[in-house]
């Protein structure tokens, strides 16, 4: 048996999320007693904390308890679930190598649903800036990172950055997700 | 008209030095593309509906307006209008009005070239508003645009001239106001023509101002309704939101005027893709547990070396695609790594549609390829359903509870009636393709039962009566049927429904549907034995039986359009045949309109003249964001008649089974990796 329409009226009535209040719970003390890695993400109106859920050839998923998931590859998002005006998938060779020190400019590709179900894609050249060395303080350590603008398209550019670790780790970056929903912010709580 | 002309010109040269600019459209208070009272020849984006409501010196005009195409757009108006003086001078103090327009943009602006458009009013209901135009519209620099239009009719009553289209079009019969309902053709363009026009000034996405010159004299209203001392009106919209605007104006040198007009776009949904639990990662305890997780029912499973087939009814996704994939999925993560192809195929009240052929590692490798899945489609096949083991039901019995709203509109002494409630809907299988289901309302507030107005219908009073079936009781059974469902060949279902049918009529109902696989169209077959059912929404019957059934031709084109033909015979006995007309959505949305002509006359018929409405269809998934399957579907008709009334049955064939086809679940694939 079950109240689907009830459950619908709860849901709607349901507080939003307070980043300051949930970003808190992740301080050091808790962090340390954390068995798997952590990101947090806030944007899309919601806050929430991913744990890994899966793992395919390159591909990471991460998922929360309130049915966001998160896939990315190098940490650059790919797709995702649940944040309604979705990713639905991205081309992020270019940007992966240009991560990786290659200079020259790229091509990024996202695509999304229409309003009849039907796959459209955004293409845009990019170019990646490293910018000046940071200290990235993470709960339960400092992590020197170097901030990395991308700037994809010349009208009304599609902007994300990055704060990258020397091991390749993407401690906190905000990447454009749709137009809907311009960016969220993802954030490495523990590694 | 010289002045006009030499306006216009300049306008046209002014305006090459503009590239077509984005305006966003303005409705007038027709609820058509306008200026403030005059047309315009813009367009709506494709799909766009409108609702408005405008009201000046005692005219309301409530309007909904649907871009049927990107260039055609329909509005039905439903206005109420006082101190009306008609023709031969017969006064009325109230006249509630329904009229139907069409605008068509059958050329694009361009640098040089505006863009134009025709269209007609009223020429399906009294003829109160009845009118035609030719209009064009360009861009000017400065976020300025320039309107000018030839109008007949209403809009050839100031500065009116010879008609241009040459003496055979000299004339225009005079209307009756009537009962409404027959089409006027004769009177198209016909009569002495005017020229209107304006500017509209769009300065930002949040305020626009127009300035028009009209050429309706108002015949019926002037003098009596307001004084109309002047042919300027001016105007000032201000948008709240993007899609909530209100207008104010100033009209005709007499009076101020108000209008509210709410947007709202099937092609924008405003969750996106929507909410709900993400795809599943990980295995579960047992492939039929694992299903229901996602709201899969496994019916069917078989193992076949290498492949397995199964069978799901999906209770969750509002999407086949969606379901499909989530299917898909639970498989990939369920069956041993030795099977390489899932057969697919979904279920609905015991019905199977076409197979889906699933290549395993084509599923693993381009999940998240960069492509959306594009690539991955080509690799699937659709492949005629097999057998398979049954599997026990896992919910044989499901219920739900939840409000519903009655309207019941256009009902001369009170327009706007509803009753609200609860209803309980259950619904029980008994076994594969048999269904017991049942709807018991229970209302809680509302006017419904107040309606005095009696029918004074000369035929069977199959549905004119529905004044006494609000009266009778708070608490009624809705429905409550017993139905089986059956597939003698992949193309071919039936389906026998028994017991209370609907609110009005019990009896026994039984159906066949032939819709070939690939093809654009089906034929179907229904014939009734129907009595009935008493006032007060229990188990009682009246004395009225009938025998009623159709046969029915289903056509879907592309891009949604289709049609319905339905010839047979009704409930009061009459014979004849209703078309629909209809444009459905990937997402679920449906709208359409239909019209029933039977071998009932039209004065026996009464007010309305013959049977006609518009039906939607809007899934609560795509309000919500959530999964859902259930929507909102409705039937508004202006009148209610008893001349081409049809027994409504749940769960017809057409629209059980459509979400089986390949073509539907082609249409949806986008949903298919969510």
């Known amino acids: ?191 | 008209m010289r002045a006009f002309v030499v306006l216009w010109v300049c306008c046209l040269v002014i305006g090459s030095m503009a590239v077509g600019q984005d305006q966003p459209l303005r409705y007038n208070t027709y609820g058509a593309p306008g200026l403030i009272d005059m047309p315009m020849a813009s367009s709506a984006d494709d799909a766009e509906l409108a609702f408005s409501v405008s009201s000046f010196a005692g005219q309301t005009r409530n309007t909904l307006t649907f871009q049927l195409a990107p260039r055609l757009s329909a509005s039905l108006r439903y206005a109420d209008l006082d101190d009306i003086l008609g023709p031969g001078d017969v006064f009325y103090d109230t006249i509630l009005d329904r009229s139907l327009a069409l605008h068509y943009r059958f050329l694009n602006e361009t640098p040089l070239r505006p863009a134009m458009a025709i269209g007609v009013t009223d020429f399906v209901g009294t003829g109160i508003y009845a009118g035609e135009y030719v209009v064009a519209t360009k861009s000017l620099p400065g976020d300025l645009s320039a309107t000018l239009g030839l109008g007949w009719g209403r809009f050839g009553g100031v500065g009116g001239f010879d008609s241009p289209l040459g003496a055979g079009f000299a004339d225009r019969p005079a209307r009756d106001f009537g009962a409404g309902g027959e089409v006027s053709v004769d009177a198209l363009f016909h009569g002495d023509a005017a020229f209107f026009g304006g500017l509209r000034w769009t300065p930002n996405d949040r305020f626009d101002l127009a300035l028009e010159y009209s050429s309706d004299a108002y015949p019926y209203e002037d003098g009596v309704a307001f004084d109309r001392r002047s042919p300027w009106n001016v105007g000032l919209t201000y948008a709240v939101r993007p899609n909530l605007r209100l207008s104010a104006q100033y009209l005709y040198g007499a009076e101020l005027g108000a209008q509210l007009t709410y947007v709202i776009n099937p092609l924008n949904p405003p969750f996106g893709t929507g909410f709900g639990t993400p795809p599943v990662t990980r295995s579960g305890s047992d492939l039929a547990a694992a299903l229901a997780a996602e709201g899969l029912d496994l019916r069917a499973y078989r193992r076949d070396g290498t492949r397995v087939h199964v069978v799901v009814e999906n209770t969750r996704f509002a999407t086949s695609a969606q379901a499909l994939g989530r299917a898909s999925r639970v498989l990939a993560l369920q069956v041993p790594s030795a099977v390489r192809h899932f057969h697919i195929a979904l279920s609905e009240n015991g019905l199977t549609g076409p197979a889906v052929v699933i290549d395993r590692v084509s599923l693993r490798d381009t999940e998240f390829a960069p492509d959306g899945g594009a690539a991955f489609r080509r690799t699937v096949a659709f492949a005629a359903p097999v057998e398979a083991g049954a599997v026990p039901a896992a919910s044989a019995f499901s219920w739900d509870i939840a409000p519903y709203l009655t309207p019941n509109l256009f009902d001369p002494d009170d327009p706007l009636r509803a009753d609200v409630g609860l209803a309980l809907d259950a619904r029980w299988r008994l076994g594969e393709g048999v269904i017991v289901a049942g709807t018991l309302r229970q209302k809680l507030a509302g006017n419904l039962d107040q309606a005095t107005r009696m029918s004074d219908s000369v035929l069977p009073r199959v549905r004119s009566d529905f004044a006494l079936y609000d009266r009778e009781g708070d608490a009624d059974i809705a429905d409550l049927t017993l139905a089986w469902y059956a597939q003698p060949s992949p193309e071919v279902t039936t389906r026998l429904t028994f017991g209370l049918l609907e609110p009005m009529f019990a009896g026994t109902s039984a159906e066949v549907l032939w819709r070939p696989a690939g093809q654009t169209w089906a034929l179907g077959a229904e014939i009734n034995q129907l009595q009935q059912r008493d006032y007060d929404g229990d188990f009682g019957l009246l004395d009225y039986t009938v025998t009623s059934g159709h046969a029915s031709l289903y056509w879907e084109g592309d891009a949604g359009y289709g049609a319905q033909l339905d010839m047979g015979r009704y409930l009061a006995g009459d014979w004849g045949g209703t078309l629909t007309l209809s444009r459905r959505f990937a997402n679920g949305w449906m709208l359409g309109a239909f019209a029933t002509l039977t071998d009932v006359p039209f004065d026996e018929f009464g007010e309305g003249s013959f049977d006609k409405g518009i039906v939607f269809t809007v899934p609560l998934s795509w309000i919500s964001g959530q999964p859902r399957r259930d929507v909102l579907a409705r039937t508004i008709r202006p009148v209610t008649r008893d001349g081409g009334g049809r027994v409504v049955v749940e769960d017809r064939l057409y629209e059980v089974t459509r979400p089986l086809t390949a073509r539907v679940i082609d249409d949806t694939w986008g949903m298919f990796w969510r």
């Not at chain 1, 808790?30 to 793992?55: K, M, N, S, Y």
């Not at chain 1, 966001?68 to 650059?76: C, D, F, P, R, Y």
């Not at chain 1, 998938?89 to 179900?117: F, I, S």
Request: charged letters at 15%; proline letters at 6%.
């Open chain 1, 1 to 191: 048996m079950k109240w689907p329409f009830a459950a619908l009226i709860l849901a709607a009535c349901a507080p939003q999320p307070d980043p300051a209040a949930l970003r808190a719970l992740f301080d050091a003390e808790h962090v340390a007693r954390l068995d798997v890695p952590v990101v947090f993400l806030t944007g899309a109106d919601t806050a929430t904390a991913l744990v890994p859920a899966a793992q395919v050839g390159s591909v990471q998923t991460w998922q929360s308890r309130d049915d966001i998931q998160i896939s990315e590859t190098a940490g650059l998002v790919i797709a995702t679930h649940g944040l309604g005006h979705d990713l639905i998938a991205a081309d992020v060779a270019g940007a992966t190598a240009a991560l990786k020190g290659r200079t020259a400019p790229y091509m990024r590709h996202w695509v999304h649903l229409d309003g009849q179900l039907q796959p459209v894609t955004r293409s845009a050249q990019c170019r990646l800036v490293p910018g000046q060395m940071l200290r990235h303080q993470a709960p339960s350590e400092v992590v020197p990172v170097t901030a990395v603008v991308e700037t994809c398209g010349a009208e009304n550019p599609i902007i994300n950055q990055y704060h990258i670790a020397a091991d390749g780790i993407i401690w906190w970056s905000r990447q454009w997700i749709s137009e809907r929903i311009g960016t969220i912010e993802l954030e490495r709580i523990a590694r």
